[in-house]
T-cell receptor
Framework: AQTVTQSQPEMSVQEAETVTLSCTYD???????LFWYKQPPSRQMILVIR??????QNATENRFSVNFQKAAKSFSLKISDSQLGDAAMYFC?????????????FGTGTRLKVLA | NAGVMQNPRHLVRRRGQEARLRCSPM?????VYWYRQLPEEGLKFMVY????????ESGMPKERFSAEFPKEGPSILRIQQVVRGDSAAYFC?????????????FGEGSRLTVL
């Protein structure tokens, strides 16, 4: 079974600085998708960024980028120029492709605090 | 285009009562997922449904929990004879088709408190 591990329960970053959130996963599959979701306090989850496993190029969305290391099964999220609005829980997620069941597996989350 | 709608947002039940949580997916979405989030924990997969079918219920407790997604109307997560350990936030998410390569769209969650 696939698993997703986020080893940092909490991280802090100074406003305007850069922070990296870690995520590792375990799978025997070769085709899958990886996601980072953001859950602001008392608000719904929103997608931050996604990565297809077959793509070697790391995904980028404005200030958010990932470092996808397929062999190491690592998928970290880098937030540049951190803003107060980035404070939230961040969840890494995995979804298999081709197994016939499109189940998303989430990590336990990393709480990001942004310090003014 | 309305997002994923969950109700009630907050539900209080006494031990032994039944809880019914509803989820209306986004328009055009035929797949619904239910997740449970305990305080300070991640999202635990419960069940994945499409209209009139349960695709994967490997995360559902064997007893007291059931889910459905009828042809008409919202998806319903039903918890019978609730216990204090059922207190959690229950999130629903939807996606358009099974081959969707992108995001799940989440509702704001239903927070169940069992007294």
């Amino acid at each position: 079974a696939q698993t997703v591990t986020q080893s940092q329960p909490e991280m802090s970053v100074q406003e305007a600085e850069t922070v990296t959130l870690s995520c590792t996963y375990d799978t025997s599959e070769s085709d899958y998708y990886l996601f980072w979701y953001k859950q602001p306090p008392s608000r719904q989850m929103i997608l931050v960024i996604r990565q297809e496993a077959y793509k070697q190029q790391n995904a980028t969305e404005n200030r958010f980028s990932v470092n996808f290391q397929k062999a190491a099964k690592s998928f970290s999220l880098k937030i540049s120029d951190s803003q107060l609005g980035d404070a939230a829980m961040y969840f890494c997620a995995y979804r298999s492709e081709g197994s016939g069941t499109y189940k998303y597996i989430f990590g336990t989350g990393t709480r990001l605090k942004v310090l003014a | 285009n309305a997002g994923v709608m969950q109700n009630p947002r907050h539900l209080v039940r006494r031990r032994g009562q039944e809880a019914r949580l509803r989820c209306s997916p986004m328009k055009g979405h035929s797949h619904v997922y239910w997740y449970r989030q305990l305080p300070e924990e991640g999202l635990k997969f419960m069940v994945y449904l499409q209209k009139e079918n349960i695709i994967d219920e490997s995360g559902m407790p064997k007893e007291r929990f059931s889910a459905e997604f009828p042809k008409e109307g919202p998806s319903i997560l039903r918890i019978q004879q609730v216990v204090r350990g059922d207190s959690a936030a229950y999130f629903c998410a939807s996606s358009p088709i099974s081959e969707n390569t992108g995001e799940l769209f989440f509702g704001e969650g239903s927070r169940l408190t069992v007294l």
